[in-house]
Nanobody, 124 residues
Framework: QVQLVESGGGLVQAGGSLRLSCAAS????????MGWFRQAPGKEREFVAA????????YYADSVKGRFTISRDKAKNTMYLQMNSLKPEDTAVYYC?????????????????WGQGTQVTVSS
């Protein structure tokens, strides 16, 4: 099992940038596919991005494609989400997550483990 802790959220104006980090602990971090999902008040959970265990492939929701970049540093057991050109509709709690099945994650947006979340608020 992997434990996940997010950081880097905050308040930013529309058009600005934030970088979220996810620190992972547990021996098997490098074997997990990783990703992010978000949930805004009153809305359903939404898949944001995912990266394979090797880092060789990345996947994005259409709503963030071209603006967000997911990456991972295996040596540091850390994953990142660089968010540029932020919009008010990006406001949500962002969760770092791990998945044993990247195919399922990409098809359904679901993960097996996730952290406590970090708030991102984009003002207009």
């Amino acid at each position: 099992q992997v434990q996940l802790v997010e950081s880097g959220g905050g308040l930013v104006q529309a058009g600005g940038s934030l970088r979220l980090s996810c620190a992972a602990s547990g021996r098997a971090f490098s074997s997990y596919n990783m990703g992010w999902f978000r949930q805004a008040p009153g809305k359903e959970r939404e898949f944001v991005a995912a990266i394979t265990w090797s880092g060789g492939s990345t996947y994005y929701a259409d709503s963030v494609k071209g603006r967000f970049t997911i990456s991972r540093d295996k040596a540091k057991n850390t994953m990142y989400l660089q968010m540029n050109s932020l919009k008010p509709e990006d406001t949500a709690v962002y969760y770092c997550a791990a998945s044993v099945d990247i195919g399922r994650t990409v098809r359904t947006g679901t993960f097996d483990y996730w952290g406590q979340g970090t708030q991102v608020t984009v003002s207009s």
